[in-house]
């Protein structure tokens, strides 16, 4: 006869005894960011990839920059490069640059425009001698009769 196959509580005891193995989950340094927070992978997993990352303060709440969050996430395969990130970056200041060329731009127009401005008409609302606080909408005494008829 062949060879015995080992029976299903053997089988579970070594699943058990290897996962319990600290050279299961390796982790691979992929790369590091400007503040120094280090990212790797667990490798030798059979699980989907694990990504995650070391941060330098171990109390921090700083997020790390958006190239490794989409990395971490899963939404990209490859861990960005300093060159991507740095190209990143110049993008950035050039929207903010524009951003506030353009708000100037917006603010100065509104400057030039307010000698063009409408003056302000006060409202025609009724006010009787109960009312102490502004009205929200205008009256109209016809109204106001008909309400005090019903």
């Given at each position: 006869?062949?060879?015995r196959?080992?029976g299903?509580?053997?089988?579970i005891?070594?699943?058990?005894?290897?996962?319990?193995?600290?050279?299961?989950?390796?982790?691979t340094?992929?790369?590091?960011d400007?503040?120094g927070?280090?990212?790797?992978?667990l490798t030798?997993?059979?699980?989907?990839?694990?990504?995650?990352?070391?941060?330098?303060?171990?109390?921090?709440?700083?997020?790390?920059?958006?190239?490794?969050?989409?990395?971490?996430r899963?939404?990209?395969?490859?861990p960005?490069?300093?060159?991507?990130i740095?190209m990143?970056?110049?993008?950035?200041?050039?929207v903010?640059k524009?951003?506030?060329e353009i708000?100037?731009?917006?603010?100065?127009l509104?400057?030039?425009?307010?000698?063009n401005?409408?003056?302000?008409v006060?409202s025609?609302?009724?006010?009787?001698?109960?009312d102490?606080?502004p009205?929200?909408?205008?009256r109209?005494?016809e109204y106001?009769?008909?309400?005090k008829?019903?």
């Amino acid at each position: 006869m062949g060879t015995r196959r080992p029976g299903v509580p053997t089988f579970i005891w070594r699943n058990f005894v290897d996962s319990l193995g600290r050279d299961r989950f390796k982790k691979t340094i992929v790369g590091e960011d400007e503040l120094g927070n280090k990212y790797y992978e667990l490798t030798k997993s059979k699980r989907p990839v694990k990504r995650g990352f070391m941060s330098v303060d171990k109390y921090s709440t700083v997020l790390p920059p958006p190239e490794w969050l989409t990395w971490l996430r899963g939404i990209r395969n490859i861990p960005p490069t300093p060159e991507e990130i740095m190209m990143n970056r110049q993008t950035e200041e050039k929207v903010k640059k524009k951003a506030k060329e353009i708000d100037q731009n917006w603010n100065n127009l509104l400057s030039h425009e307010e000698g063009n401005k409408i003056p302000h008409v006060e409202s025609t609302t009724v006010s009787s001698d109960v009312d102490t606080e502004p009205a929200n909408f205008p009256r109209y005494p016809e109204y106001e009769q008909h309400h005090k008829l019903t």
